[in-house]
């Protein structure tokens, strides 16, 4: 199998502009830190309503877009904001997770999409970046069957929730348990649902263990024609609101690993919230990418 390549990032400058969420850890900072890291990237097109409606309720899409334009500042959930530019912004990210499987790159975006459910705004997502690019992927490049790997601290419940009776989607999960959002035990499994609970403290290793006896086992027997990664790195180990202890080089060895399980790939940022070694991060993702390519 060639082997694919990621060499492009996709993002926008509004995302270190809009949908100001003030003190809140899913802030404009984040993004502002990787675009000073990644100057020149590819500009993100918006997401349209339709693509939304892949994976979203047409009532919930229009609530998002009332509580932006009534020009107050909305708590959707306990800890999702809602702004003015918020809307748009949230069109912006699925739009770059679009281009990031169009164009087998990274959309490093905000706000993140992995909590967002068909009909409801959760955990500081809006809408299912990634789910939508999946759907793109299946409907309009004819990449039938799409794996989803998703390495955030938390459960991708929106994503498991909106392919949960699709076989044609795998989603595979390592997370920290017990955790927000509570989902994802081990008996939250299905034929194309891999759920991987891990206690907290759990470091580089363990990681590359699940990895190597659970989830690429599953992958490859899935055989995807392209694989979507959640790419969160709050599971790091300075990450404010994760237990993990990931470090740059984990998350290098997670995307060599990754790289070597579909002839296509894209990453979609989900969370991450130390905005001093988010950077690092990423940048330790693209060079494993690169490493795996050439093993
Ligand atoms: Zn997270």
Redesign the pocket.
Same mark, same amino acid.
């Given at each position: 199998m060639r082997l694919p390549t990621v060499t492009v990032v996709i993002s926008h400058p509004s995302f270190a502009t809009a949908h100001p969420t003030g003190s809140h850890p899913e802030r404009q900072e984040r993004l502002q830190v990787l675009l000073d890291a990644f100057p020149d990237p590819k500009i993100a097109p918006s997401a349209s309503t339709d693509q939304l409606e892949s994976c979203h309720d047409g009532t919930y899409i229009e609530q998002v877009r009332a509580a932006s334009d009534s020009g107050a500042v909305q708590h959707l959930d306990a800890d999702t904001i809602c702004t003015p530019s918020s809307f748009e912004l949230a069109l912006l990210a699925a739009g770059a997770a679009i281009a990031a499987v169009e164009q087998s790159g990274f959309a490093l975006v905000r706000p993140?999409g992995h909590h967002a459910l068909p009909g409801r705004a959760m955990g500081f997502c809006l809408f299912n970046n990634i789910s939508v690019a999946a759907r793109f992927a299946q409907r309009e490049l004819g990449l039938a069957r799409v794996a989803l790997l998703d390495w +955030?601290?938390?459960h991708g419940n929106g994503t498991q929730d909106i392919f949960w009776d699709d076989d044609s989607v795998l989603y595979a999960s390592i997370h920290q348990s017990p955790f927000y959002p509570g989902t994802g035990g081990p008996d939250d499994s299905n034929a194309t649902t891999v759920n991987v609970p891990l206690p907290a403290g759990c470091g580089d290793e363990d990681y590359a263990e699940v990895m190597e006896r659970i989830i690429e086992p599953r992958i490859e027997a899935f055989a995807p024609d392209v694989l979507l990664i959640s790419a969160?790195y +709050?599971a790091a180990a300075a990450d404010p609101? @994760?237990g993990m202890r990931v470090s740059a080089d984990g998350f290098h060895e997670l995307a060599a690993r990754a790289v070597r399980l579909a002839p296509r790939i894209a990453l979609v940022l989900? @969370?991450g919230y130390n905005v001093e070694t988010l950077p690092d991060l990423v940048r330790a993702t693209l060079g494993g990418l690169e490493s795996g390519r050439e093993a």
């Open positions: 993140p +955030d601290v938390h969160g +709050d609101l @994760g989900e @969370g």
